[in-house]
């Protein structure tokens, strides 16, 4: 089970920080990822990370302004997002695989958070 939190309302400009919490066994051995939907749209590629933590990947339009960590020690994942702009708004959802690599499609993974959502006022 994956569960999400963090999203909020927040300027143009501003910063947040996305949390999913992961109730499995074995967390480490999980790639997970970021994804976001906007409404009547499916849900696109943002960011993963593989099971250590030490490769990334990023959507071109938050590179550079997103990252993605996570924390195996508490069975964590995150998504700090920095300068937000307008496009952003979405309901963000993170996933996991297990496996140790990731990929940026979302038929990749197996499992899904129920979702968080992200606002930005301009």
């Known amino acids: 089970q994956l569960v999400e939190s963090g999203g909020a309302l927040v300027q143009a400009g501003g910063s947040l920080r996305l949390s999913c919490a992961a109730s499995v066994r074995n967390f480490d051995d999980y790639c997970l990822g970021w994804f976001r939907q906007t409404p009547g749209k499916g849900r696109d590629f943002v960011a993963a990370?593989?099971?250590?933590?030490?490769?990334?990947n990023y959507e071109d339009s938050v590179k550079g302004r997103f990252t993605i960590a996570r924390d195996n020690a508490k069975n964590m994942v995150y998504l700090q997002m920095n300068n937000l702009e307008e496009e952003d708004p979405a309901v963000y959802f993170c996933?996991?695989?297990?496996?140790?690599?990731?990929?940026?499609?979302?038929?990749?993974?197996?499992?899904w958070g129920q979702g968080t959502r992200v606002a930005v006022a301009s």
């Open positions: 996933a996991a695989r297990r496996q140790w690599t990731y990929d940026a499609a979302e038929s990749f993974y197996d499992f």
């Open positions: 990370i593989n099971w250590y933590g030490d490769h990334t």
